[in-house]
């Protein structure tokens, strides 16, 4: 898996790894260091995923009626999932649960 990590000036990481460029690139500039470095990395980190983030899953895949393809164990997989979905399905179920209280109001 590629992931960008951004090294302090001691060669440390910082925060997490990042998705793309441009990501590691504005938490840079969030904290206020240019002076931190960026680096391309083909890494494999071992993070289990969280119950909440499982069942978060379980909510995307019931409301957007798509499917998780991934690891559902993996932290970062299941970050991405729900990163790019994740949005979508409350905005469906908020949808959905105003329609059905109009209905159930006589509006």
């Given at each position: 898996?590629?992931?960008?990590?951004?090294?302090?000036?001691?060669?440390?990481?910082?925060?997490?790894?990042?998705?793309?460029?441009?990501?590691?690139?504005?938490?840079?500039?969030?904290?206020?260091?240019?002076?931190?470095?960026?680096k391309?990395?083909?890494?494999?980190?071992?993070r289990?995923?969280?119950?909440?983030?499982?069942?978060?899953?379980?909510?995307?895949?019931?409301?957007?009626?798509?499917?998780?393809?991934?690891?559902?164990?993996?932290?970062y997989?299941?970050?991405?999932?729900?990163?790019?979905?994740?949005?979508?399905?409350?905005?469906?179920?908020?949808?959905?649960?105003?329609?059905?209280?109009?209905?159930?109001?006589?509006?």
């Amino acid at each position: 898996m590629k992931k960008y990590i951004v090294y302090d000036t001691t060669g440390n990481p910082v925060g997490v790894p990042f998705n793309t460029w441009k990501d590691a690139e504005t938490y840079k500039i969030v904290y206020g260091r240019p002076d931190w470095t960026v680096k391309l990395a083909h890494i494999h980190i071992d993070r289990k995923s969280t119950e909440r983030q499982r069942r978060a899953v379980s909510f995307v895949e019931e409301w957007c009626n798509i499917s998780f393809e991934g690891n559902i164990n993996d932290f970062y997989e299941v970050s991405d999932f729900l990163a790019d979905y994740l949005g979508t399905a409350k905005e469906i179920a908020s949808d959905a649960a105003a329609s059905y209280w109009s209905m159930i109001n006589g509006y």
